[in-house]
């Protein structure tokens, strides 16, 4: 068997029972180094790891598919939610395996910042740059989400289309720069956050960042809850 798992976006109580079931009763648990690090306290000492990178994703996968053919119990960790930003790497296991694998969901980092945030996924559009391939079209429909009087919960691409580079484009496009913008890094971590408007967002956040950008300025009860800084 296997099973492709959404671990959350960092601290491990965000993950699902199930999901740390799975990991913690699987024979074979592979994932990018990031995730494993975080779900380390869950993995059995007698499990074997495969540690993938963008380079070696294909040969590593292949492995994995091989465990999960010879009757070993597989998981493959995501981080945050598979179907959030994770589906290009979801299709790679199942090209791997020849097959559709099960999947378990997890919280992504788009639902925490709209909880933190306060704003209803109803007025909002999820939009992911996080992904190989034509970014155009991914573009278009953010500036089209504007533009239709949406906010927009945005995950950058490392490292050409950042939260600045993101600020710039919509700017340059027609979208108002007055719209107010959130980035948060680490979330539920050691998080920090930068407020300000959509045409000063500054040059200096990390692949760890998710961006949301307003319709409108918050009205005057709104109040951003921020955690306070984790140690874990």
């Not at 975080?38 to 963008?54: H, N």
């Not at 788009?110 to 991914?138: K, N, W, Y």
């Not at 533009?147 to 939260?163: L, T």
Request: hydrophobic share 40%; with cysteine; charged share 20%.
């Amino acid at each position: 068997m296997i099973t492709c798992v959404g671990v959350g976006p960092g601290d491990l109580s965000y993950i699902t029972r199930k999901g740390a079931e799975l990991i913690h009763s699987a024979e074979v648990v592979a994932g990018f180094d990031s995730v494993l690090n975080m779900v380390a306290p869950l993995i059995s000492s007698s499990a074997e790891v495969f540690r993938m990178t963008y380079r070696d994703q294909v040969e590593q996968m292949a492995r994995v598919a091989e465990a999960h053919h010879n009757g070993k119990t597989c998981v493959v960790a995501f981080m945050g939610d598979i179907h959030f930003s994770g589906f290009q790497l979801l299709e790679r296991v199942e090209s791997a395996c020849g097959h559709a694998v099960e999947t378990v969901p997890g919280i992504s980092s788009a639902q925490v910042l709209a909880s933190r945030a306060r704003v209803c996924f109803d007025e909002t559009s999820f939009i992911t740059f996080h992904r190989r391939g034509d970014l155009e079209p991914f573009k278009r429909h953010l500036l089209s989400a504007l533009r239709d009087g949406r906010n927009a919960i945005v995950i950058p691409h490392p490292w050409d289309f950042m939260p600045h580079a993101i600020g710039s484009h919509l700017v340059q496009n027609g979208a108002s720069p007055e719209h107010s913008v959130e980035v948060w890094e680490n979330l539920t971590q050691r998080q920090s956050q930068w407020q300000g408007r959509l045409d000063s967002v500054p040059d200096t956040f990390s692949d760890m960042s998710i961006m949301l950008i307003r319709h409108r300025q918050p009205s005057s009860c709104y109040q951003t809850v921020t955690m306070e800084k984790s140690t874990k």
